[in-house]
Protein backbone atom coordinates (compact mmCIF):
# COMPACT_ATOMS: atom_id res chain seq x y z
CA UNK A 1 0.00 0.00 0.00
CA UNK A 2 2.77 2.78 1.12
CA UNK A 3 4.72 1.72 -1.64
CA UNK A 4 2.57 2.13 -4.26
CA UNK A 5 0.18 4.92 -3.18
CA UNK A 6 2.52 7.71 -4.69
CA UNK A 7 2.79 5.67 -7.88
CA UNK A 8 6.19 4.73 -7.34
CA UNK A 9 7.02 1.85 -9.07
CA UNK A 10 11.03 1.76 -8.56
CA UNK A 11 13.02 -1.37 -7.64
CA UNK A 12 14.03 -2.09 -3.80
CA UNK A 13 17.20 -1.00 -4.04
CA UNK A 14 16.77 1.76 -6.25
CA UNK A 15 14.51 3.14 -3.77
CA UNK A 16 17.13 2.26 -1.12
CA UNK A 17 19.73 3.86 -3.06
CA UNK A 18 17.43 7.24 -3.00
CA UNK A 19 15.99 7.13 0.08
CA UNK A 20 18.37 9.59 1.14
CA UNK A 21 18.17 12.28 -1.27
CA UNK A 22 14.27 11.84 -1.38
CA UNK A 23 13.98 12.41 2.26
CA UNK A 24 16.53 15.77 2.11
CA UNK A 25 14.00 17.29 -1.25
CA UNK A 26 11.04 16.20 1.00
CA UNK A 27 12.32 18.19 4.04
CA UNK A 28 13.42 20.74 1.68
CA UNK A 29 10.20 21.64 0.62
CA UNK A 30 9.14 21.89 3.85
CA UNK A 31 11.25 24.48 5.34
CA UNK A 32 10.56 26.74 1.86
CA UNK A 33 6.89 26.03 3.03
CA UNK A 34 5.90 25.71 -0.60
CA UNK A 35 4.04 21.71 -0.17
CA UNK A 36 0.98 22.86 2.09
CA UNK A 37 -0.33 19.09 1.54
CA UNK A 38 2.86 17.43 2.05
CA UNK A 39 1.43 15.16 4.78
CA UNK A 40 -0.96 13.84 2.44
CA UNK A 41 1.99 13.18 -0.65
CA UNK A 42 4.68 12.41 1.42
CA UNK A 43 6.49 8.86 1.30
CA UNK A 44 6.25 6.48 4.47
CA UNK A 45 10.19 6.19 5.07
CA UNK A 46 9.78 2.34 5.25
CA UNK A 47 13.48 1.68 4.81
CA UNK A 48 14.48 3.83 7.76
CA UNK A 49 12.14 2.01 10.48
CA UNK A 50 13.68 -1.40 9.33
CA UNK A 51 17.59 -0.46 10.70
CA UNK A 52 18.75 -2.17 13.72
CA UNK A 53 21.02 0.21 14.79
CA UNK A 54 20.22 4.08 15.49
CA UNK A 55 22.86 5.83 12.97
CA UNK A 56 21.75 3.30 10.15
CA UNK A 57 18.15 4.69 10.56
CA UNK A 58 18.96 8.50 11.39
CA UNK A 59 21.20 7.94 7.96
CA UNK A 60 18.59 6.60 5.69
CA UNK A 61 15.61 9.12 7.19
CA UNK A 62 18.00 12.23 6.87
CA UNK A 63 20.98 11.04 5.15
CA UNK A 64 23.54 13.07 7.29
CA UNK A 65 24.96 12.00 10.93
CA UNK A 66 23.55 14.35 13.96
CA UNK A 67 25.77 16.54 16.46
CA UNK A 68 24.71 16.56 20.39
CA UNK A 69 23.61 19.84 21.34
CA UNK A 70 21.94 21.24 24.64
CA UNK A 71 19.21 22.95 22.64
CA UNK A 72 17.12 19.71 22.55
CA UNK A 73 15.34 18.70 24.99
CA UNK A 74 14.69 14.95 26.00
CA UNK A 75 11.98 14.61 28.98
CA UNK A 76 12.18 10.82 29.59
CA UNK A 77 11.39 8.76 32.91
CA UNK A 78 14.29 7.38 34.93
CA UNK A 79 12.64 3.84 34.98
CA UNK A 80 10.04 2.91 33.27
CA UNK A 81 8.02 -0.19 35.02
CA UNK A 82 6.48 -0.67 31.99
CA UNK A 83 8.13 -0.96 29.05
CA UNK A 84 5.16 -1.20 26.92
CA UNK A 85 3.94 2.45 27.77
CA UNK A 86 6.95 4.83 27.85
CA UNK A 87 5.92 8.33 28.14
CA UNK A 88 8.77 10.37 26.33
CA UNK A 89 8.56 14.09 25.35
CA UNK A 90 11.35 16.23 23.45
CA UNK A 91 11.39 19.80 22.65
CA UNK A 92 14.20 22.59 21.37
CA UNK A 93 15.06 25.99 21.69
CA UNK A 94 15.88 26.13 17.96
CA UNK A 95 13.70 28.78 15.79
CA UNK A 96 13.15 26.78 12.48
CA UNK A 97 12.62 23.17 13.80
CA UNK A 98 11.01 21.38 10.73
CA UNK A 99 11.55 17.45 12.07
CA UNK A 100 11.73 15.56 15.74
CA UNK A 101 12.30 11.97 15.31
CA UNK A 102 12.43 8.73 18.55
CA UNK A 103 14.94 6.25 18.84
CA UNK A 104 15.61 3.48 21.17
CA UNK A 105 18.84 1.65 20.65
CA UNK A 106 18.03 -1.75 21.85
CA UNK A 107 15.01 -1.95 20.61
CA UNK A 108 15.00 -4.80 17.20
CA UNK A 109 13.91 -1.60 15.23
CA UNK A 110 15.47 1.74 16.53
CA UNK A 111 13.40 3.85 14.48
CA UNK A 112 10.26 4.56 16.48
CA UNK A 113 8.76 8.10 15.23
CA UNK A 114 9.29 10.60 13.22
CA UNK A 115 7.15 14.02 13.67
CA UNK A 116 7.11 16.24 10.61
CA UNK A 117 7.14 20.30 12.53
CA UNK A 118 6.21 22.68 9.52
CA UNK A 119 6.68 26.59 9.71
CA UNK A 120 3.92 27.47 12.98
CA UNK A 121 4.26 24.41 14.58
CA UNK A 122 5.99 24.51 18.20
CA UNK A 123 8.97 22.36 18.31
CA UNK A 124 7.92 19.80 21.02
CA UNK A 125 6.15 16.62 21.15
CA UNK A 126 5.09 14.25 23.66
CA UNK A 127 4.00 10.89 23.24
CA UNK A 128 4.15 6.90 24.21
CA UNK A 129 6.79 4.30 23.30
CA UNK A 130 7.60 0.91 23.60
CA UNK A 131 11.03 -0.45 25.14
CA UNK A 132 12.46 -3.83 24.73
CA UNK A 133 14.62 -3.34 27.62
CA UNK A 134 17.01 -0.64 29.52
CA UNK A 135 18.68 1.48 26.91
CA UNK A 136 19.42 4.69 25.49
CA UNK A 137 16.44 6.92 24.30
CA UNK A 138 17.62 9.16 21.26
CA UNK A 139 15.76 12.60 20.21
CA UNK A 140 16.97 13.77 16.94
CA UNK A 141 16.18 17.66 16.15
CA UNK A 142 16.42 18.93 12.86
CA UNK A 143 16.63 22.47 12.93
CA UNK A 144 17.74 24.70 9.25
CA UNK A 145 18.71 21.80 7.48
CA UNK A 146 21.15 20.23 10.67
CA UNK A 147 21.02 17.70 13.24
CA UNK A 148 21.02 18.08 16.54
CA UNK A 149 20.37 15.28 19.35
CA UNK A 150 19.91 14.50 22.91
CA UNK A 151 20.32 11.22 24.61
CA UNK A 152 19.21 9.54 27.59
CA UNK A 153 19.15 6.27 29.11
CA UNK A 154 15.82 4.82 30.38
CA UNK A 155 15.95 1.69 32.63
CA UNK A 156 12.97 -0.82 31.86
CA UNK A 157 11.83 -3.39 34.59
CA UNK A 158 9.61 -4.75 32.13
CA UNK A 159 10.08 -5.06 28.73
CA UNK A 160 7.52 -3.82 26.14
CA UNK A 161 8.58 -5.47 23.13
CA UNK A 162 9.81 -9.17 23.79
CA UNK A 163 8.04 -12.21 23.73
CA UNK B 1 -19.37 4.05 13.47
CA UNK B 2 -17.53 5.37 16.34
CA UNK B 3 -14.31 6.86 15.36
CA UNK B 4 -11.06 4.86 16.40
CA UNK B 5 -9.43 8.75 17.31
CA UNK B 6 -10.43 10.57 20.29
CA UNK B 7 -8.66 14.69 20.13
CA UNK B 8 -9.00 17.33 22.20
CA UNK B 9 -7.78 20.87 20.73
CA UNK B 10 -7.49 23.38 22.98
CA UNK B 11 -6.86 27.35 21.95
CA UNK B 12 -5.24 30.22 24.17
CA UNK B 13 -5.63 32.45 21.60
CA UNK B 14 -2.14 32.39 20.64
CA UNK B 15 -1.68 28.58 20.66
CA UNK B 16 -3.59 25.76 19.77
CA UNK B 17 -2.75 22.41 22.23
CA UNK B 18 -3.57 19.13 20.75
CA UNK B 19 -3.85 15.61 22.21
CA UNK B 20 -5.02 12.82 20.68
CA UNK B 21 -5.51 9.21 21.76
CA UNK B 22 -5.84 6.41 19.07
CA UNK B 23 -7.05 3.08 19.35
CA UNK B 24 -4.78 0.41 17.30
CA UNK B 25 -3.47 -2.73 18.29
CA UNK B 26 0.26 -1.43 17.25
CA UNK B 27 1.80 -4.90 16.98
CA UNK B 28 5.64 -4.83 16.52
CA UNK B 29 6.07 -8.03 14.56
CA UNK B 30 8.12 -8.63 17.61
CA UNK B 31 5.90 -10.04 20.13
CA UNK B 32 4.64 -13.62 20.34
CA UNK B 33 1.14 -15.27 21.20
CA UNK B 34 0.26 -17.44 24.74
CA UNK B 35 0.80 -20.41 21.60
CA UNK B 36 4.57 -19.37 21.10
CA UNK B 37 3.26 -17.50 17.53
CA UNK B 38 5.01 -14.01 16.30
CA UNK B 39 1.82 -11.66 16.15
CA UNK B 40 2.35 -10.32 12.35
CA UNK B 41 3.31 -6.62 12.32
CA UNK B 42 0.15 -4.07 12.19
CA UNK B 43 0.52 -0.33 13.02
CA UNK B 44 0.06 3.13 11.88
CA UNK B 45 2.49 4.15 9.87
CA UNK B 46 1.12 8.09 8.98
CA UNK B 47 -0.97 9.98 11.26
CA UNK B 48 -1.74 13.69 9.90
CA UNK B 49 -3.21 16.75 11.36
CA UNK B 50 -4.60 19.54 8.89
CA UNK B 51 -6.07 22.97 10.23
CA UNK B 52 -7.56 25.23 7.57
CA UNK B 53 -6.39 23.24 4.39
CA UNK B 54 -2.55 22.96 5.71
CA UNK B 55 -0.80 20.07 7.62
CA UNK B 56 0.00 21.62 11.11
CA UNK B 57 1.45 18.16 12.07
CA UNK B 58 2.48 15.19 10.82
CA UNK B 59 3.89 11.30 12.33
CA UNK B 60 5.55 8.94 10.55
CA UNK B 61 5.19 5.84 13.40
CA UNK B 62 6.79 2.27 13.27
CA UNK B 63 6.08 -0.75 15.32
CA UNK B 64 7.96 0.86 18.58
CA UNK B 65 4.86 2.89 19.39
CA UNK B 66 2.98 1.86 22.21
CA UNK B 67 -0.69 0.78 21.78
CA UNK B 68 -3.59 2.63 21.74
CA UNK B 69 -0.62 5.51 20.93
CA UNK B 70 -0.67 9.10 22.22
CA UNK B 71 0.52 12.46 21.25
CA UNK B 72 0.82 15.92 22.13
CA UNK B 73 1.69 18.95 20.32
CA UNK B 74 0.46 22.98 19.64
CA UNK B 75 0.42 24.68 17.10
CA UNK B 76 0.18 28.66 16.55
CA UNK B 77 -3.09 29.97 15.48
CA UNK B 78 -6.09 28.19 15.35
CA UNK B 79 -9.43 29.84 16.48
CA UNK B 80 -12.03 28.52 18.83
CA UNK B 81 -15.06 26.80 16.76
CA UNK B 82 -13.20 26.09 13.88
CA UNK B 83 -11.90 22.25 12.54
CA UNK B 84 -9.08 20.32 12.43
CA UNK B 85 -8.96 17.14 10.30
CA UNK B 86 -7.19 14.24 11.69
CA UNK B 87 -6.18 10.87 9.71
CA UNK B 88 -4.31 7.76 9.88
CA UNK B 89 -2.93 4.62 7.45
CA UNK B 90 -2.04 1.79 9.06
CA UNK B 91 0.51 -0.59 8.16
CA UNK B 92 -2.67 -3.48 6.20
CA UNK B 93 -3.55 -0.07 4.24
CA UNK B 94 -6.77 0.65 7.08
CA UNK B 95 -7.41 4.55 7.39
CA UNK B 96 -9.79 6.65 9.57
CA UNK B 97 -10.28 9.98 9.60
CA UNK B 98 -12.39 12.59 12.27
CA UNK B 99 -12.63 16.23 12.63
CA UNK B 100 -12.82 17.58 16.09
CA UNK B 101 -13.66 20.87 16.83
CA UNK B 102 -10.90 23.67 18.64
CA UNK B 103 -12.20 24.69 22.18
Known amino acids: ?163 | MASTIRVRATSSGETTEVQALIQHPMDSGFVKNAKGEIIPPHFIQQLTFEYDGKAVFAANWGGGVSKDPYVKFAFKGGKKGDELKISWIDSKGATDTTTAKIQ
Open chain 1, 1 to 163: MTKTNDGFALPRRVILQGVASVALVGLGKLALGVAPAFAANDKYPEEAFKQKSVDDAIKLLYGKTAEKSDKVKLDAPEIAENGAVVPIAASSTFADVTSISFLVAENPNALVASYKIPAGTVPSVANRIKMAKTSNVIVVVEAGGKLYSATKEVKVTVGGCGG
